[in-house]
């Protein structure tokens, strides 16, 4: 019900932007977030958004580089990033939380996409 998409190859310091579409207005309510997988590390947080965009979190190895919204006439949450550095490859997956606001935490994620990649060439 989540659908993650945007990955691609860039070189440092290019940009992306990645979409996580949700099949219905289902998600509207919650808080939604994107999180980072490197190979071989755990899943981490990276940005949340609550359900109205008024709250706003980000890790801070992205903080003023990423920048993440949402669209719910849309049904559509973004991450725009920026300044990409190879640390910020991995698999990218957006997640909608069990409460409307903007959790850091993995566990408050119950709906997760599948994951687009992300690869950062030095």
């Known amino acids: 019900q989540l659908q993650a998409s945007g990955g691609g190859l860039v070189q440092a310091g290019g940009s992306l932007r990645l979409s996580c579409a949700a099949s219905?207005?289902?998600?509207?309510?919650?808080?939604m977030g994107w999180f980072r997988q490197a190979p071989g590390k755990e899943r981490d947080f990276i940005a949340g958004?609550?359900?109205?965009?008024?709250?706003?979190s980000y890790a801070d190895s992205v903080k003023d580089r990423f920048t993440i919204s949402r669209d719910n006439a849309k049904n559509t949450m973004f991450l725009q990033m920026s300044g990409l550095t190879p640390e910020d490859t991995g698999v990218y997956f957006c997640?909608?939380?069990?409460?409307?606001?903007?959790?850091?935490?993995?566990?408050?994620?119950?709906?997760w996409g599948q994951g687009t990649l992300v690869t950062v060439s030095s």
């Open positions: 219905s207005r289902m998600f509207s309510n919650n808080g």
């Open positions: 958004i609550s359900w109205n965009s008024g709250g706003k």
């Open positions: 997640a909608a939380a069990r409460g409307a606001l903007a959790s850091r935490s993995r566990s408050d994620y119950i709906y």
